[in-house]
């Protein structure tokens, strides 16, 4: 679920970006993200544990995991294209392989690295297996780095708030981001140093919005962040792949053609995906 709401934003950003600046873009996606997660978590457990929390730690974890990570995505998509990101985003399973092994003293075994080759080489095929792969340059490298922040930011939200649920997880983490990224765009905005859209707000720019921000931000992310703490990082990671698949099929509903390469390549991933969990109960 959290794959299948992120990958439509793919399609959202594409077209918000052309009248929006990444460094507006991603302001307004975590207003929006954050009020409506601040208005789920209060509601389901009250005000409590939102007066309670760990905001400035929040700050650190949601500002640098998916503040900055966020912003950085959004560039590399500007700059190259929604193919490129997803590509690259594919390499999250081995991120986040290396964090499990570094910080949390993982031993791997060797299905886990079948499983993660698996859906490796499946997300590159329902990417289209893009040629230009080995040359896409600044695009892929901001893509990367926005991939690993987001994952360090994925596993921190998970073992540095374990007193708190799903929710009050993800929350914290969203709305600690938007603690970092307001103050700093309404600084650039004060400076001129960064603009709002000049064209005109229309209904087809609140409809992307409401799924960029809202869909592919505050209930993709409430399902990740769910993902990770039931399963680890390292295998919620591996879904990850799925998204190219998924994108395909929202481009497929906006009219473009459907690649059977794409669906075998899915398929492969899914595969990969049951391999690296036999060895759990």
Same mark, same amino acid.
């Given at each position: 679920?959290?794959?299948?709401?992120? =990958?439509?934003?793919?399609?959202?950003?594409?077209?918000?970006?052309?009248?929006?600046?990444?460094?507006?873009?991603? @302001?307004?996606? +975590? &207003?929006?993200?954050? #009020? @409506?997660?601040?208005?789920?978590?209060?509601?389901?457990?009250?005000?409590?544990?939102?007066?309670?929390?760990?905001?400035?730690? @929040?700050?650190?974890?949601?500002?640098?995991?998916?503040?900055?990570?966020?912003? &950085?995505?959004?560039?590399?998509?500007?700059? *190259?294209?929604?193919?490129?990101?997803?590509?690259?985003?594919?390499?999250?399973?081995?991120?986040?392989?290396? &964090?499990?092994?570094?910080?949390?003293?993982?031993?791997?075994?060797?299905? %886990?690295?079948?499983?993660?080759?698996?859906?490796?080489?499946?997300?590159?095929?329902?990417?289209?297996?893009?040629?230009?792969?080995?040359?896409?340059?600044?695009? =892929?490298?901001?893509? %990367?780095?926005?991939?690993?922040? +987001?994952?360090?930011?994925?596993?921190?939200?998970?073992?540095?708030?374990?007193?708190?649920?799903?929710?009050?997880?993800? #929350?914290? #983490?969203?709305?600690?981001?938007?603690?970092?990224?307001?103050?700093?765009?309404?600084?650039?905005? =004060?400076?001129?140093?960064?603009? &709002?859209?000049?064209?005109?707000?229309?209904?087809?720019?609140?409809?992307?919005?409401?799924? /960029?921000?809202?869909?592919?931000?505050?209930? *993709?992310?409430? +399902?990740?962040?769910?993902?990770?703490?039931?399963?680890?990082?390292?295998?919620? @990671?591996?879904?990850?792949?799925?998204?190219?698949? /998924?994108?395909?099929? +929202?481009?497929?509903?906006?009219?473009?053609?459907?690649?059977?390469?794409?669906?075998?390549?899915?398929?492969?991933?899914?595969?990969?995906?049951?391999?690296?969990?036999?060895?759990?109960?």
């Amino acid at each position: 679920m959290s794959m299948l709401l992120w =990958a439509a934003g793919f399609p959202a950003a594409e077209t918000l970006l052309d009248s929006w600046s990444p460094f507006a873009l991603n @302001a307004i996606r +975590f &207003l929006l993200a954050s #009020t @409506a997660l601040l208005t789920i978590w209060a509601l389901m457990e009250g005000v409590g544990p939102i007066l309670r929390a760990r905001w400035g730690r @929040a700050a650190v974890v949601g500002g640098l995991g998916f503040g900055l990570g966020a912003y &950085l995505m959004l560039v590399a998509q500007q700059i *190259s294209d929604p193919v490129t990101v997803v590509i690259v985003a594919t390499t999250l399973p081995l991120v986040a392989a290396m &964090l499990e092994v570094l910080l949390d003293g993982r031993r791997l075994k060797t299905n %886990f690295w079948v499983g993660v080759g698996a859906t490796v080489v499946g997300g590159f095929i329902a990417a289209g297996a893009n040629p230009q792969m080995a040359t896409v340059g600044l695009g =892929a490298l901001i893509a %990367f780095a926005a991939t690993a922040l +987001f994952t360090w930011g994925s596993r921190a939200a998970v073992v540095d708030f374990p007193d708190l649920s799903p929710i009050g997880r993800t #929350t914290l #983490t969203i709305a600690g981001a938007l603690i970092v990224i307001g103050p700093v765009f309404a600084i650039g905005y =004060a400076l001129g140093l960064a603009e &709002l859209p000049v064209a005109r707000f229309d209904h087809l720019q609140a409809q992307n919005l409401a799924v /960029y921000a809202v869909g592919a931000m505050a209930l *993709s992310q409430l +399902f990740w962040i769910w993902g990770v703490g039931r399963l680890g990082v390292g295998i919620a @990671a591996l879904h990850v792949n799925l998204t190219p698949f /998924y994108v395909m099929i +929202f481009l497929f509903l906006m009219g473009t053609s459907w690649s059977w390469m794409q669906a075998a390549g899915a398929m492969i991933v899914a595969f990969g995906v049951i391999i690296a969990q036999l060895d759990r109960r």
